[in-house]
C-alpha cells in the first residue's frame, strides 16, 4: 500500500491565522482524501481533491474555509484559513488501496490546537 | 439514526478473553466493509476487510450479515498491545460515485 508523509504533526497556532498541511505519497494516485477528526468522534471527510480539477467538499465544508490544493498525482494540501478554536482537531490526509476495495491507507495525521 | 452505529464502550477485558465487537449500518447499498485499529493519537489503520463469507486472519475474525446489516469482529485471545479504538467502515457505491462512513469507534483496554 502506499505511504504518505504528512507534516506538520502538530502545530499550535493563534486565532484567525491559516495552517497549511502538506501530504506526499510515495505514489500517484487518482484520489486524495482530506478528513478531520475531532477529540473522542470519528473521522469526518472535508473534501476529496482530484488532480487538475477543483477539489469536492462535503456538506459543511467550503473551499474559502479549507482551500486545497492537488498540483500533481503525489501532493496535496489543505488550508485551515481563518482559524477559531473549534478548528482545534487532528486533520489527515489518505489514498485508496486498490480502488478503495482494500479500504484507505492513511498519513500520519496533523494535530491541530488553536488558541 | 446514524449511518453507521457502533457501541462505543471502553470494553475492559483482561488479557487471554475473547471480545465481539458489532457494528451496524443503515444503507442496503453499502457494498464494501472494513475494520480499521486507531492507537492513541495515532492515525487509522486497516485491521481487515470483511467478506460476505466471513474472513479470519489470526486472532481475528471479521463476519458479515447482509440481511440484518451489521458487521463484526472477533478477538480470541486478547493482548495488551490490542487496546486500541476499533473503528467500523462501509464504503457506499453509487452511480457517479462513492462514499465512505466511518463508525465512531469502540475502545477496547485489555489488562494484564
Known amino acids: 500500500s502506499a505511504v504518505i508523509s504528512q507534516k506538520p504533526s502538530r502545530d499550535i497556532c493563534q486565532r484567525g491565522t491559516s495552517l497549511t498541511i502538506q501530504c506526499q505519497v510515495d505514489?500517484?494516485?487518482?484520489?486524495m482524501f482530506w478528513y478531520r477528526q475531532q477529540p473522542g468522534q470519528s473521522l469526518t471527510l472535508i473534501a476529496t481533491?482530484?488532480?487538475?480539477?477543483?477539489?469536492?467538499?462535503e456538506s459543511g465544508f467550503v473551499i474559502d474555509k479549507f482551500p486545497i490544493s492537488r498540483p500533481n498525482l503525489t501532493f496535496s494540501t489543505l488550508t485551515v484559513s481563518n482559524m477559531s478554536p473549534e478548528d482545534s482537531s487532528i486533520y489527515l490526509c489518505?489514498?485508496?488501496?486498490?480502488?478503495?476495495?482494500?479500504?484507505?491507507?492513511f498519513g500520519s495525521g496533523t494535530r491541530l490546537t488553536v488558541v | 439514526r446514524k449511518e453507521v452505529e457502533q457501541d462505543p464502550g471502553p470494553f475492559n477485558v483482561p488479557e487471554g478473553a475473547t471480545v465481539a465487537f458489532n457494528c451496524t449500518y443503515s444503507?442496503?447499498?453499502?457494498?464494501?466493509f472494513f475494520w480499521y485499529r486507531q492507537d492513541c493519537r495515532k492515525e487509522p489503520k486497516l485491521l481487515m476487510s470483511?467478506?460476505?463469507s466471513g474472513n479470519e486472519d489470526g486472532r481475528f475474525t471479521a463476519q458479515l450479515n447482509r440481511a440484518s446489516q451489521y458487521i463484526s469482529l472477533l478477538i480470541r485471545d486478547s493482548k495488551l498491545s490490542d487496546s486500541a479504538t476499533y473503528l467500523c467502515?462501509?464504503?457506499?457505491?453509487?452511480?457517479?460515485?462513492?462514499?465512505?462512513?466511518f463508525g465512531a469507534g469502540t475502545r477496547l483496554f485489555v489488562k494484564a
Open positions: 489518505s489514498v485508496e488501496s486498490r480502488g478503495g476495495y482494500y479500504g484507505y491507507t
Open positions: 505514489s500517484q494516485v487518482t484520489m
Open positions: 481533491a482530484n488532480q487538475g480539477s477543483e477539489a469536492t467538499y
Open positions: 444503507n442496503s447499498a453499502s457494498q464494501s
Open positions: 470483511v467478506y460476505s
Open positions: 467502515v462501509v464504503n457506499l457505491v453509487f452511480t457517479g460515485g462513492f462514499k465512505t462512513i
